[in-house]
C-alpha cells in the first residue's frame, strides 16, 4: 500500500511539473543541468527576448565552442529566430602572454587552442545551424579592423560574449565591438575576476581605459557568474 502511496505521489508531482509554464520549467532546468556560462547565457537571451532588442551575438575567444552552442541554443529557445552569430578566434590559442599580463601569470602561449576545423565539427554535430554562422579567423590585433568591419553583416549587437582572459587581446575586441552597441545590449566579460580580481589587469584595466575614451556609453552591473565572470547591460547616452 505505501509503495502504490509513492508512486501516485510521484505521478501527480510528475504532472505538476509537466504543467508549469516555459518560464518556470526553464529555471527548474537551469537549476539542475546548466553550468554558470550557460545560467548567464539564459538570462541575456530571455533579455533580449523581453527588450524586443533585434541584434547579433558576438563571441570572442570560442575555443572548442561550448558556449556558442549554448548561446546559439538559448537564442533559438526565447524566439531569436532572426539572430545571427558570430565567433572570433584565433584557433591557435592565446597569443604571446606580455605587458601587464606578465605581472600575474595566470594564462600561458597557446592555452585553449583548437582548430577552426573541430570548432565547425563540435558545433554543427551539436545542432548549431552553421549557415547562420560566420567564423572570423585570426589575431584580433590583425582582424578586427575597419576592412573586417566593411565585410560583416552585423546589424547591431544584442548580446557580446569576450572571452579574451587577457588585457591585450580584450582592448582591440572593446574598440572593434563600440559602433554595435547599443541601449540594451548584454556585454558579457567571461575573465572579469581573473589576475585575482586585480581591476589594473585583464579585461577589467581594459573595459576601464575604454569607457573613459566612450563618455557616451555606460554599463550597469547586470549579473556575475561563476568565480570569474561578470556582465553589464549598455546604456548609450
Known amino acids: 500500500m505505501l509503495g502504490k502511496a509513492i508512486r501516485k505521489m510521484g505521478i501527480r508531482l510528475y504532472r505538476l511539473v509537466l504543467g508549469l509554464s516555459t518560464r518556470y520549467s526553464i529555471y527548474l532546468g537551469a537549476l539542475v543541468r546548466y553550468t554558470a556560462r550557460e545560467g548567464m547565457l539564459e538570462l541575456a ?101 575597419e576592412q573586417t568591419r566593411k565585410e560583416l553583416p552585423i546589424r547591431l549587437a544584442a548580446v557580446v560574449w569576450v572571452d579574451c582572459d587577457l588585457y591585450s587581446s580584450t582592448v582591440p575586441v572593446l574598440d572593434f565591438i563600440t559602433d554595435y552597441l547599443t541601449t540594451g545590449t548584454v556585454l558579457v566579460f567571461d575573465d572579469w575576476f581573473c589576475f585575482r580580481g586585480d581591476p589594473s589587469k585583464g579585461e577589467q584595466r581594459a573595459a576601464k581605459e575604454w569607457l573613459a575614451k566612450h563618455p557616451e556609453i555606460e554599463l550597469v552591473e547586470y549579473h556575475k557568474f561563476g568565480y570569474h565572470g561578470n556582465s553589464f547591460i549598455v546604456q548609450k547616452l
Open 45 to 145: 537571451m530571455r533579455f533580449v527576448a523581453a527588450s524586443k532588442l533585434e541584434g547579433d551575438y558576438l563571441e570572442f575567444g570560442v575555443w572548442s565552442g561550448n558556449t556558442f552552442i549554448a548561446a546559439f541554443n538559448f537564442a533559438q529557445r526565447s524566439g531569436l529566430k532572426s539572430m545571427r552569430f558570430y565567433a572570433f578566434d584565433s584557433f591557435q590559442g592565446l597569443p604571446e602572454i606580455e605587458g601587464v599580463d606578465l605581472q600575474f601569470q595566470q594564462f600561458s602561449d597557446g592555452q585553449y587552442a583548437c582548430s577552426l576545423e573541430q570548432f565547425k565539427a563540435n558545433t554543427s554535430k551539436a545542432g548549431v545551424d552553421l549557415h547562420r554562422v560566420k567564423i572570423i579567423p585570426g589575431w584580433y590585433k590583425d582582424v578586427l579592423n
